[in-house]
């Protein structure tokens, strides 16, 4: 029973409380969301290292011994035809190269720690750009949270909370006597927070629709029969350049006359 | 930022987005050569379940797939030149059927021995070459494939072209097939002890052989069984003839149809009932049977059956008999048309 009550709210005060809650509400929801969509990036910029290292150089190399083959042909050949399809050879070996010997090639396999996650969402929610009360600090806050998403990303436990301890009240943490203003700012706070929810939840059906995705899918599934995607893939592909090493090796004795 | 720093800024960002794009491409490549890591058979396996579900493209792709795994699966191959002769799944292309029946032909699958032979016995994608067809058909045959036996034993049967007329032979290959359960070649075994043309009429046989095919649903043996009952006597058993008649015309063999119409209206063999013999003719003259057509079209125009004559149901029924090109050699229901509306055109 509240009995004791002595200050009663005025209606403005009431609706500011309410609103302040559901804010709170939502910033807690948006951490969630937050770490859930920078968790299946990072899953998947893993599994595209993990699939370029072992899947994909041997796309490479078989591109390379194919486009060494259509060389030799065109050598022997000497037509116009035999030119346009080395050249168009060359290029897709190029093109297997430069992925499989880039930087997403070198992505290790990413197991944040239970400590990582919680550092993640806290930090996430203090300074999501999409809670800022103006310009300025919104340019604060977006600077910080790529650093967070970075953070998260390379599992720096430390930057994480660096960036935490860091990271001043923000402005509207001093409220103003206003409540008009307050509530407001309050209310386009909510939708700035509501957007950036809708936005990471289509954001994440489109992370899905990804190729590689539907490949990360499909090898997941393959490991909880026991199987080993990556590595079925790896050996087919490896038969093919066998093949194809073969055929150049044929080719450019048929060239030397031997 | 201005500069060659800007310069250099661009030229990094333009060759992250290259390679992001090879890498997706790599991602894409292999999505797409997944099901090189499964078997021929299992791909097989695939196509039947898109088979039964009627999913038709799925069937054709699941189909190449299985070939392209391995190039000597026969079943695979048999059906993908089904495939390609029907247009299932893809377009209709017979030249490229021939040569996936050749394929598992010359591997010895019957099947698509028999299916070589066919295609060669009607010309579909080769020129017309009876012989070939005929030399295919052989070789399923001497496998045991009813269908080709079937065909052996329809080729001895007609001569010609087809090789020497040999009764005994077209026996052997249809009781061989017969025997397998083959309803076409019982029919065909039926006939030839019904009505003999170099064997001993035996009625007994015929109807054997009538009756196996005729308990396969095999509707003119239905009807032909009927009628050796009665006929020979075999077993005097009139009540299971009309049993088979009715099987037949209810399984909508027009002859059937009419017959069954005959005895109802006549009497014959069931309490007459006219009502029933023309609901018969009726559905007889729907399925185009001329003789049915021809009794309505009579049976108004002279108020024969009927309560009275009415010209205008007989024009009908004449109308239809030219319409099916039924008309006889006297141009009986031409005549009566001509006649009939130069009276209307009188009067």
């Known amino acids: 029973m509240k009995t004791n009550l002595v200050h009663r709210l005025t209606p403005e005060e009431e609706e500011l409380a309410a609103k302040r809650e559901e804010l709170a509400r939502l910033e807690s929801q948006l951490a969630d969301q937050e770490l859930l969509l920078a968790s299946l990036k990072a899953e998947l910029a893993a599994f595209e290292g993990l699939y370029l290292r072992r899947v994909g150089v041997l796309y490479a190399e078989l591109d390379e011994w194919n486009a060494l083959f259509a060389e030799l042909r065109a050598e022997q050949a000497g037509t116009p035809e035999a030119k346009a399809e080395a050249d168009e050879a060359r290029t897709q070996a190029e093109e297997a190269y430069s992925a499989t010997h880039g930087e997403a090639a070198n992505v290790q396999p990413f197991t944040p720690s239970s400590d990582l996650k919680r550092l993640y969402r806290e930090a996430a929610k203090r300074v999501h750009p999409d809670t800022a009360t103006d310009e300025a600090d919104r340019a604060r806050r977006e600077r910080l949270m790529k650093e967070v998403n970075a953070a998260y990303a390379k599992g720096d436990e430390d930057a994480l909370r660096r960036i935490l301890a860091g990271f001043d009240a923000s402005p509207d943490a001093v409220q103003g006597l206003d409540i008009g203003a307050d509530l407001i700012r309050v209310l386009r706070q909510l939708k700035q927070l509501r957007d950036r929810i809708a936005a990471i939840e289509s954001e994440i059906a489109g992370l899905s629709e990804a190729d590689l995705a539907k490949l990360k899918a499909k090898a997941d599934l393959a490991a909880t029969e026991g199987r080993d995607l990556l590595a079925e893939m790896a050996a087919n592909i490896q038969g093919r350049v066998n093949v194809a090493r073969q055929r150049v090796e044929k080719k450019s004795d048929e060239g030397t006359g031997k | ?347």
């Open chain 2, 1 to 347: 930022m201005k500069g060659p720093e800007s310069q250099t800024a661009l030229v990094l960002a333009q060759s992250t987005a290259l390679v992001r794009k090879a890498v997706a491409k790599l991602a894409k490549r292999g999505l797409g050569e997944l099901w090189l890591l499964e078997s021929a058979e299992e791909w097989f396996e695939r196509a039947k379940t898109a088979k039964s579900k009627n999913q038709l493209i799925e069937f054709f792709e699941c189909l190449q797939r299985t070939v392209a795994l391995d190039p000597e699966h026969t079943d695979g191959l048999d059906q993908l030149g089904m495939a390609y002769h029907d247009g299932i799944g893809t377009l209709r292309d017979q030249v490229a059927a021939v040569e996936y029946f050749r394929r598992a032909a010359e591997r010895g699958h019957a099947e698509a021995q028999f299916h070589l032979g066919l295609v060669f016995e009607l010309g579909h994608g080769v020129p017309r070459d009876l012989a070939e067809g005929i030399a295919w058909e052989r070789k399923a045959a001497d496998q045991g494939h009813s269908g080709a036996q079937y065909r052996m034993g329809a080729h001895s049967k007609a001569g010609g072209e087809g090789g020497i007329f040999n009764l005994s032979q077209s026996v052997e290959w249809y009781r061989k097939a017969a025997e397998q359960g083959h309803a076409a070649s019982q029919w065909e075994l039926g006939q030839i002890y019904h009505h003999p043309k170099g064997v001993v009429k035996n009625l007994t046989e015929a109807a054997g052989w009538y009756r196996k095919a005729a308990n396969l649903g095999h509707r003119d043996a239905q009807f032909s069984l009927s009628y050796t009952i009665e006929e020979g006597g075999v077993i005097q058993d009139r009540p299971e003839a009309m049993a088979w008649l009715h099987k037949a015309a209810e399984g909508g063999y027009g002859v059937a149809q009419r017959c069954l119409g005959d005895r109802y209206f006549w009497g014959d063999g069931v309490p007459r009932d006219r009502t029933q013999g023309m609901a018969w003719y009726l559905k007889a003259a729907e399925q185009r049977d001329c003789s049915a057509i021809y009794k309505l079209a009579r049976m108004y125009a002279e108020g024969h059956g009927v309560p009275h004559d009415d010209l205008a149901k007989a024009a009908l029924w004449y109308r239809k008999a030219v319409d099916s090109g039924c008309d006889n050699d006297y141009g009986e229901a031409a005549r009566w048309l001509e006649q009939h509306t130069k009276m209307g055109e009188g009067a």
